[in-house]
Nanobody, 114 residues
Framework: QVQLVESGGGLVQPGGSLRLSCVAS????????MRWYRQAPGKERELVAY????????TYADTVKGRFTISRDNAKNTVYLQMNNAKLEDTAVYYC???????WGQGTQVTVSS
């Protein structure tokens, strides 16, 4: 079955960096666009970034544009989210998702705090 396993979350100071990873299995990863979402306490889940199956096309939410970078390694069935210049408002649980399908991972907690 489809599995998405996120990792790499933790505590980071404002202005710091963190790299999240999501390892996928159970489907043809190299044929699937992938998305990162996040959900902060008391807020709805929001789309953070998208990457096409080949990695040639990416899009970002305005709130993270210029600070976050989504990438993928199809040989490792892994999608990444590089977070730079972290802000307090980036605190959330981060999830990866296969584009157009309802499967979610368990998420990884990112806390930005001094």
């Amino acid at each position: 079955q489809v599995q998405l396993v996120e990792s790499g979350g933790g505590l980071v100071q404002p202005g710091g960096s963190l790299r999240l990873s999501c390892v996928a299995s159970g489907f043809t990863f190299s044929s699937s666009g992938m998305r990162w979402y996040r959900q902060a306490p008391g807020k709805e889940r929001e789309l953070v970034a998208y990457i096409s199956s080949t990695g040639d096309s990416t899009t970002y939410a305005d709130t993270v544009k210029g600070r976050f970078t989504i990438s993928r390694d199809n040989a490792k069935n892994t999608v990444y989210l590089q977070m730079n210049n972290a802000k307090l408002e980036d605190t959330a649980v981060y999830y990866c998702k296969r584009n157009l399908y309802p499967n979610w991972g368990q998420g990884t907690q990112v806390t930005v705090s001094s």
